[in-house]
C-alpha cells in the first residue's frame, strides 16, 4: 500500500514538473501565482475567522430558510426542503436499482405539487399565504417550478419554430426573440405590476405565481433555442429512417429528436436552471423576500448595521453550493443518457 502511494506521489509530482516548471519562465510565473494564491487563502481565512461576528448568521438561520413563514408551521416547508435534498443523494449516489431509476423522475415531479401542498396549506393543514413565504424556502420554490413549467413550454416554442406551417413558425420565431430582446427585470416589472390590470375584476394572481409566470415566458424563450440547437445537429438519416420505417411524425419527435435533443443541450439547459436560479435574486427588487431580500432586510436592523461581509459571504456560500449541486446532476444526467444512448446504438 506505501509502494502503490509513493508511486502515484511520484506520478503527480512528475506530471506539475512537466506542466508547471518546464522551464524559467513557467517556473517564476507558477511560484507567483502560488504565493499570491497563498497570500489570498490566508486575508480571506483571517478574514473569516478572527476579523467576523457571526452571530448575524447564526441568530438569524430560521430567517434565511423560512423567511416570516410562521414558527409553528415551519415544519412543512423544511420537510419539502430535506425531501429535495434527500432526492438528489439518492440521484447522484443512490443505488443502481431498475425500479428506483425509473421512478425517479416521477419522484421529482410529485416535488410540485407537495411543495404546493406544505406550503400554501389547505386538507388538513392551515394556510399560509404566500406573503409570508420567504428565503430559500420561496428561491427554491421560484426556481422549480419555472424550471417545470419552462421546459415544457420551451421544447414546444422549439417544435414549432422548426415547423412547416409558415403561421406557426413566425409566432414562435417572433416570441422567442421577442423574449430574448427584453431584459429580465422588464419582464418581472410587468408580471409584478402589469399583469393585474389585465385580469376580470374580481381574479387576482398572487404575487408568487406571477412571478413564476414572468420567469416560465422569459426562460422558456432561451430553452427553445437551446432545443433547437439540438434539433438542428440530429443527422437528417436518423429522420429518414424512422420514416422508411413507417413512424409518423408524431412517433418521430416524441422517441427521436425530442429525447436527442434534450440530450445535446442538456449542458445548456443546466445552465439555464442555475441562471434561474440566481436571477431569484431579483425579486428583492419586487418586493418578494426571498434570500437576498432576506439578507438586504437583516442588515437594515439597526443589532446588524455594516455586518455586510459576513452577510454576503453567507449568502455566496448557499448561492454556490445549489448552484454547484446543479451543474453536477446536469454532468451526471447527461453521462446517464451518453451510456444509455450507446447501449442501444
Not at 32 to 56: P, Q
Not at 117 to 145: A, E, K
Not at 216 to 234: K, M, P
Request: glycine content about 6%; some cysteine.
Amino acid at each position: 500500500m506505501d509502494k502503490y502511494n509513493l508511486k502515484s506521489d511520484l506520478r503527480i509530482f512528475r506530471k506539475l514538473k512537466r506542466h508547471l516548471f518546464n522551464n524559467l519562465f513557467n517556473l517564476i510565473l507558477s511560484l507567483i501565482i502560488i504565493i499570491l494564491i497563498g497570500f489570498a487563502a490566508i486575508v480571506f481565512l483571517r478574514l473569516i475567522i478572527f476579523d467576523s461576528n457571526w452571530n448575524v448568521i447564526t441568530s438569524n438561520i430560521p430567517l434565511f430558510v423560512f423567511g416570516s413563514f410562521p414558527s409553528n408551521e415551519r415544519w412543512r416547508p423544511a420537510i419539502w426542503i430535506i425531501s429535495l435534498l434527500v432526492l438528489s443523494g439518492i440521484t447522484l449516489f443512490g443505488p443502481e436499482w431498475k425500479w428506483l431509476r425509473r421512478n425517479l423522475i416521477l419522484g421529482w415531479i410529485s416535488t410540485l405539487p407537495l411543495g404546493f401542498y406544505l406550503l400554501y396549506g389547505g386538507f388538513g393543514l392551515s394556510p399560509i399565504m404566500s406573503r409570508n413565504w420567504g428565503g430559500l424556502t420561496l428561491t427554491i420554490f421560484l426556481t422549480i417550478c419555472s424550471t417545470f413549467l419552462a421546459l415544457p413550454l420551451g421544447i414546444f416554442l422549439a417544435l414549432c419554430r422548426q415547423s412547416s406551417f409558415l403561421l406557426i413558425k413566425k409566432i414562435s420565431s417572433s416570441y422567442i426573440d421577442f423574449m430574448r430582446a427584453i431584459p429580465l427585470i422588464a419582464v418581472l416589472f410587468f408580471g409584478q405590476l402589469l399583469i393585474p390590470l389585465f385580469l376580470p375584476s374580481g381574479l387576482e394572481i398572487d404575487r408568487v405565481w406571477r412571478a413564476i409566470l414572468a420567469f416560465t415566458l422569459f426562460v422558456s424563450a432561451y430553452i427553445a433555442e437551446d432545443i433547437r440547437g439540438g434539433i438542428q445537429s440530429i443527422p437528417k438519416a436518423q429522420i429518414e429512417s424512422a420514416k422508411s420505417l413507417g413512424l409518423s411524425n408524431y412517433q418521430i419527435k416524441r422517441f427521436i429528436i425530442i429525447p436527442q435533443s434534450i440530450r445535446i443541450a442538456l449542458p445548456a439547459l443546466t445552465n439555464q436552471s442555475i441562471g434561474l436560479f440566481q436571477n431569484t435574486s431579483l425579486m428583492a427588487i419586487l418586493g418578494l423576500v426571498e434570500l437576498l431580500g432576506i439578507g438586504r432586510s437583516i442588515l437594515a436592523n439597526p443589532e446588524f448595521i455594516g455586518q455586510y461581509v459576513e452577510v454576503y459571504i453567507w449568502l455566496a456560500s448557499i448561492y454556490w453550493f445549489f448552484c454547484t449541486t446543479f451543474a453536477i446532476m446536469g454532468r451526471h444526467f447527461e453521462q446517464k443518457m451518453i451510456k444509455t444512448n450507446q447501449v442501444y446504438s
